[in-house]
């Protein structure tokens, strides 16, 4: 009883509500920074760079493989990272966006792809390598070889996505390629007559059935972006503005060695300005105020309308980012376009 009395006061004391709006706060940004897609990139390629670097003065063999692999990973991420700069692009932005949405569309059919697979890649291959595994003699008498041909774990599981893999793409060879150390083919016996006939069922249905599918799903989602893409590059443009103008020159940390020299540099660009002529001053700030309010007209009348497309209500308060500093609904909705 003392302690329920003890929490109810916590609860309405005024510091349990700052504390609370805290973590509201806190939770409302770290779920604003999961959902960008270019920090959950930036997340991952630190990771391995950090996993990478460790790894890397541990002098043994395998750990000399996880740093490699890790390394080299990470440098596939950090040249896609280089794409963010191109969503400025009135030309290149939207067929970037059409890139990302696609390959949303591409996730769910790889889970139908998956199972199809792994169904007709592990029966043809356990059957074409029977053969391997157990020797007859006569029609009573056989014997077995151990680990078919002693090969490990991985490199049977190597060889079973390869064979499969290459069907999806067309391939109807009937024989395991050239990297793999045994060769493997279907022959003319019952095995081998069974592999022809799943090979034929595996392409009708991957080759013709999923990838047409996907390939009209590509052909809908392209059209959808293509026709919100003048006002999705809109607010992308303003966002990579906004982030290059809020960031420092350079990386941490020369960032705060430099400083000084940047302070130093500000301030002599501070008093040159002063000597200019008023007038074009003015005229200028007019100019890069007029477009920052453009700017952000645009980047709030995306997220109001994106929310409301989403909720399908229009008195829900759209979430606007911090980033762009939008100011909620108080934006019409006819408002002139940025050129």
Not at 206 to 211: C, D, Q
């Amino acid at each position: 009883m003392y302690s329920l009395h003890v929490k109810s006061a916590l609860i309405k004391s005024p510091y349990w509500k700052k504390l609370s709006e805290v973590n509201r706060h806190r939770n409302t940004i770290w779920s604003f920074y999961r959902n960008d897609p270019w920090n959950v990139l930036d997340f991952v390629a630190f990771t391995l760079w950090i996993v990478g670097f460790i790894t890397r003065f541990i002098v043994r063999d395998h750990a000399f493989e996880v740093s490699k692999i890790c390394m080299s990973i990470d440098l596939c991420l950090w040249y896609m990272r280089c794409l963010h700069v191109f969503l400025a692009s009135e030309r290149l932005g939207p067929k970037l966006l059409m890139i990302f949405h696609t390959m949303k569309d591409l996730m769910s059919f790889l889970f139908f792809i998956l199972i199809f697979l792994s169904a007709y890649a592990i029966t043809t291959y356990s059957l074409i390598t029977t053969s391997s595994f157990v020797i007859w003699t006569n029609s009573t008498y056989f014997t077995t070889v151990q680990n078919g041909g002693n090969l490990t774990n991985i490199e049977i599981l190597r060889n079973i996505i390869e064979w499969g893999t290459w069907k999806i793409f067309g391939s109807t060879s009937l024989t395991t390629s050239d990297s793999v150390e045994i060769k493997y083919t279907a022959k003319n016996d019952a095995y081998g007559f069974v592999t022809l006939i799943l090979t034929i069922a595996f392409l009708v249905v991957a080759y013709v059935l999923l990838l047409n599918n996907l390939i009209a799903l590509f052909n809908f989602t392209i059209q959808r972006v293509h026709g919100e893409s003048h006002r999705t590059w809109c607010y992308h443009f303003y966002v990579v503005l906004k982030e290059y103008e809020e960031k420092d020159m350079f990386v941490p940390p020369l960032n705060l060695c430099l400083w000084p020299i940047s302070y130093y540099m500000r301030k002599r660009l501070h008093d040159s300005t002063k000597k200019r002529n008023n007038t074009f001053i003015a005229h200028d700030n007019y100019d890069v105020k007029h477009i920052r309010k453009q700017q952000q007209r645009i980047a709030e009348k995306y997220w109001k309308e994106k929310q409301i497309s989403k909720d399908g209500s229009i008195h829900q308060r759209p979430y606007v980012c911090r980033q762009c500093k939008c100011r909620g609904t108080e934006a019409d909705y006819i408002e002139s376009t940025f050129l």
